[in-house]
């Protein structure tokens, strides 16, 4: 059974850092795409970031490029998302996701097994 659990998320005021992990376990973590999505009130779940199997490989959301990084230590079964310089329009729940494919993905529907989210709120 494959269970991803993220966490890291919290309140921070504008132009502060926050970093989100997410675990995956019950599949060989190293073999596929990990990505970041999030999800605000009323809104539908968007793209956030992507990571290939080794690292290699990135993709980001236009709305966050140059402020947040995603990154992975396979020995360690985890992805990061390191979020700088956060706006308020940054708050949503963020989720984690594990590729179907090889290539990393920008849609939900290239992700199978996702968390349960963590909060994260951008005050002004």
């Known amino acids: 059974q494959v269970q991803v659990v993220e966490s890291g998320g919290g309140l921070v005021q504008a132009g502060g850092s926050l970093r989100l992990s997410c675990a995956a376990s019950?599949?060989?973590?190293?073999?596929?795409?990990m990505g970041w999505f999030r999800q605000a009130p009323g809104k539908e779940r968007e793209f956030v970031a992507s990571?290939?199997?080794?690292?290699?490989?990135?993709y980001y959301a236009d709305s966050v490029k140059g402020r947040f990084t995603i990154s992975r230590d396979n020995a360690k079964v985890t992805v990061y998302l390191q979020m700088n310089s956060l706006k308020p329009e940054d708050t949503a729940v963020y989720y984690c996701?594990?590729?179907?494919?090889?290539?990393?993905?920008?849609?939900?529907?290239?992700?199978?097994?996702w968390g349960q989210g963590t909060q994260v709120t951008v005050s002004s």
């Open positions: 019950g599949r060989t973590f190293s073999s596929f795409p």
């Open positions: 990571i290939s199997w080794s690292g290699g490989t990135t």
């Open positions: 996701a594990t590729g179907r494919g090889v290539v990393p993905g920008t849609r939900t529907r290239d992700y199978d097994y």
